[in-house]
């Protein structure tokens, strides 16, 4: 699976933005897709993910009520909404892929077997 994530940029506190990542490569309903983070000096956090329908989306708690997940499987596009941007939202965001049917996919890196190149926000006070 090849995933290309575009989207990011400069933007200011209160902002809102929507990152796109294509996935090419496999079947991409069959996988449960991830976004990830990772700030200067800080170890690549998970962000959000959904299930390969659609269905079920799960949040980290410093984003719940501020980011939406979504994915649109007939264009093999999973979406990250980001609202409210505050600064210390500002990161380098990654979609991942999860071979996975279920419908309680992974929130570690460990989880997740493909990575996109990823896509640079940063959110200025």
């Known amino acids: 699976v090849q995933l290309v994530e575009s989207g990011g940029g400069l933007v200011q506190a209160g902002d809102s933005l929507r990152l796109s990542c294509a996935a090419s490569?496999?079947?991409?309903?069959?996988?449960?897709m991830g976004w990830f983070r990772q700030s200067p000096g800080k170890e690549r956090e998970f962000v959000a993910t959904?299930?390969?329908?659609?269905?079920?989306?799960y949040y980290a708690d410093s984003v719940k009520g501020r980011f939406a997940i979504s994915r649109d499987n007939a264009k093999n596009t999973v979406y990250l909404g980001v609202n409210s941007l505050k600064p210390e939202d500002t990161a380098v965001y990654y979609c991942?892929?999860?071979?996975?049917?279920?419908?309680?996919?992974?929130?570690?890196?460990?989880?997740?077997?493909?990575w996109g190149q990823g896509t640079q926000v940063t959110v200025s006070s």
């Open positions: 991942a892929a999860q071979n996975y049917a279920g419908a309680y996919p992974s929130t570690t890196l460990a989880g997740y077997e493909y």
């Open positions: 490569g496999r079947t991409f309903s069959n996988y449960a």
């Open positions: 959904v299930t390969g329908s659609g269905g079920r989306s």
